[in-house]
């Protein structure tokens, strides 16, 4: 029970990582606030984690908007009495290109929701982290510091590097206070978008869907894609007590592909 006692608060909650997270969190003994832009989304995941309604609460949230993020800590706060731990799963993903057909107002938005917003949601939970310690877990991507070729989301790797560039520094600065700070960083990582981008592959392509996810699995140390199941382990391993001496790192959760 990595989690016993603990409470954490876990944005970006629809399918996916963010559901898979907020599962593992409830599992492992702690509670989970959740954020996301979506009531009915976050309702359902809440009811399918947690049926019994204990170990959950949940607001809308969009961590573009600061008061917003200072609301989701504040439910923590009320309903379970303290905040140790926040996994920062939202994000803006679905931009894509690169710079010769770059529309810069959504770059622009990009790094608002990815950087600023990640920003936003670990400072409003702060006041709280800094009663007793705890963990601050970004999610950034191997994209950051490994472009895939199959596809281009310049935006979204410039604004997760950054992220991960400013990790080092809250790293540094929020250590006095025995608070952690590391990001998770995802390669292929098998959930709903690659789902969806093997079946669109596959359709384009005229071949069966194994035939696509074989190619990305053989540039894998281990024979298959890591799955947002095994990158929600990490991200709860990094939030808990077990990973006390561990701040200012980045953690790459691949299966292989990328090693440094």
Request: net charge negative; with cysteine.
């Amino acid at each position: 029970m990595l989690l016993s006692g603990k409470t954490v608060v876990v944005t970006g909650v629809g399918a996916g990582l963010g559901q898979r997270v907020a599962a593992a969190v409830v599992r492992d003994g702690g509670n989970a606030v959740l954020g996301a832009r979506t009531a009915d989304r976050l309702a359902k995941v809440a009811a399918e984690v947690d049926p019994d309604g204990g170990s959950t609460a949940w607001l809308p949230t969009d961590i573009a908007d600061g008061g917003q993020c200072e609301a989701l800590a504040a439910l923590a706060l009320d309903r379970f009495g303290a905040i140790d731990a926040v996994v920062q799963v939202a994000a803006f993903d679905s931009h894509f290109g690169g710079l010769e057909d770059a529309d810069f107002a959504t770059w622009q938005s990009v790094l608002d929701v990815n950087l600023l917003g990640s920003l936003r949601m670990a400072k409003a939970c702060l006041p709280a982290l800094k009663e007793r310690g705890g963990s601050v877990v970004f999610i950034g991507t191997q994209s950051a510091v490994a472009a895939p070729s199959e596809v281009r989301q310049a935006a979204y790797a410039a604004s997760k590097g950054a992220l991960t560039s400013a990790m080092y520094s809250l790293a540094r600065e929020l250590g006095p206070y025995r608070i952690r700070v590391n990001t998770v960083l995802p390669g292929w990582m098998w959930g709903p978008p690659v789902q969806a981008f093997v079946a669109f592959t596959a359709q384009t392509e005229g071949v069966p869907e194994e035939r696509v996810l074989e190619r990305l699995a053989r540039r894998m140390a281990l024979p298959e894609l890591a799955t947002d199941g095994d990158v929600a382990e990490a991200a709860v391993f990094l939030a808990s007590d077990r990973a006390r001496a561990i701040t200012g790192q980045s953690l790459l959760v691949n299966a292989g592909e990328l090693m440094r």
